[in-house]
């Protein structure tokens, strides 16, 4: 546990301590950051009365700060879960490879890896919910190959609760660049970890936030071990057309009996203009617009099946269709409307949901 503390406490602390060295060094460059989303959401289920709900999404600001030397460092608060976000230091070793130390994304789901604020759509697949690692503490290692990026990570909890799960996780990616402008994707993914308290639970939630509703839960167990998991990804840009695909599974690992569950999505996406999404480093970059306005339109589906035995947890399909206007570099406009079938009548209807977004 003492290494877990000083990775945070490093990576936590060393963002402001750069912040504080860089003003009298021309070396360092400071570039603020924030984003603020704003939703409203309509539910229509089978089995209930219709919903509304209008509330923020994201409130957040932050800082990034790099070295000439190509030392690089973030920090960010996000104002909603009252909370650190990212809050990280990487310190390049080679010219292929760095480290990185502090609170980042885990290298596990592709979508969840993607920014917050670059989607195409609202929400990340119920999978991508279910199976991702989002953000923890730990040390990483990167390194640059002449085809992609090998990532590994070991991570020890959050900076919130340094005695959450302790684990691993490994992404290792390949790129194909043709030469008449394509861009082919694969890549790998594991992670695995042990439970310290011996309690666990796998849920996936719906493809919105503003409403309480799972896809699929296991509930709240015990006598867990840890979890293992798997993810395969593909994608594909060409012009302003951009395919990405994941499939991942999960085993919640007991001294019952295991909870299994598997899942993935398929999604296209078409821009209008000039203003294409664009690959680096293992993941696809939102358009980037310095004036005038761009139109992107979006399709999505996704599926998960969670188990327990030969008990049926939850199972569900969903189709979500989306259309985007950029408005110059900062403005988004996005809408959203997504068909849910599951295997309960909680679990069947449809859901329309929008999104202002300013973002720097």
């Not at 640059?144 to 609760?161: A, C, I, K, P, Q």
């Not at 994608?235 to 951009?242: N, R, T, V």
């Not at 969670?306 to 408005?327: H, I, M």
Request: proline residues 3%; negative net charge.
């Amino acid at each position: 546990m003492r290494d877990s503390i000083s990775a945070v406490v490093c990576g936590s602390l060393l963002p402001l301590i750069c912040a504080s060295a860089f003003a009298d060094a021309s070396d360092w460059s400071f570039t603020p950051s924030g984003q603020l989303q704003h939703d409203a959401s309509w539910l229509h289920l089978d089995n209930r009365s219709a919903g509304h709900a209008d509330l923020p999404r994201r409130t957040r600001l932050g800082f990034g700060l790099d070295h000439a030397s190509g030392i690089r460092a973030k920090w960010e608060w996000d104002f909603i879960a009252g909370t650190i976000t990212d809050s990280f230091i990487e310190l390049p070793l080679t010219d292929y490879t760095r480290i990185r130390i502090g609170q980042y994304k885990q290298p596990f789901a592709w979508e969840e890896l993607i920014s917050d604020r670059e989607p195409a759509l609202l929400e990340t697949s119920m999978p991508t919910d279910a199976f991702a690692l989002a953000r923890r503490s730990g040390i990483a290692l990167e390194h640059h190959h002449s085809l992609g990026l090998l990532t590994f990570s070991r991570y020890f909890g959050h900076v919130e609760n340094l005695d959450a799960d302790q684990g691993w996780a490994l992404r290792s990616t390949w790129a194909h660049h043709s030469e008449d402008a394509q861009t082919w994707h694969v890549a790998v993914a594991a992670a695995s970890d042990r439970d310290i308290d011996g309690n666990g639970r796998l849920r996936a939630r719906q493809e919105l936030r503003a409403f309480s509703l799972l896809a699929a839960d296991s509930g709240i167990l015990s006598d867990v071990l840890g979890t293992d998991r798997v993810g395969l990804e593909q994608g594909w840009l060409s012009g302003p057309w951009a395919v990405q695909s994941e499939q991942m599974a999960m085993t919640l690992r007991r001294h019952g009996d295991d909870i299994h569950a598997i899942g993935g999505y398929l999604q296209l996406s078409w821009t209008s203009g000039d203003a294409l999404r664009s690959y680096k480093d293992g993941l696809i970059r939102s358009p980037k617009l310095t004036a005038g306005h761009a139109w992107e339109a979006a399709l999505r589906a996704s599926s998960i099946d969670v188990e327990r035995g030969d008990l049926n947890l939850g199972q569900q399909t969903n189709l979500t269709a989306g259309v985007n206007l950029y408005l110059g570099p900062h403005w988004r406009l996005m809408l959203n409307q997504t068909w849910i079938n599951g295997s309960s009548t909680e679990a069947r209807g449809h859901h329309t949901s929008m999104r202002i977004q300013i973002a720097f």
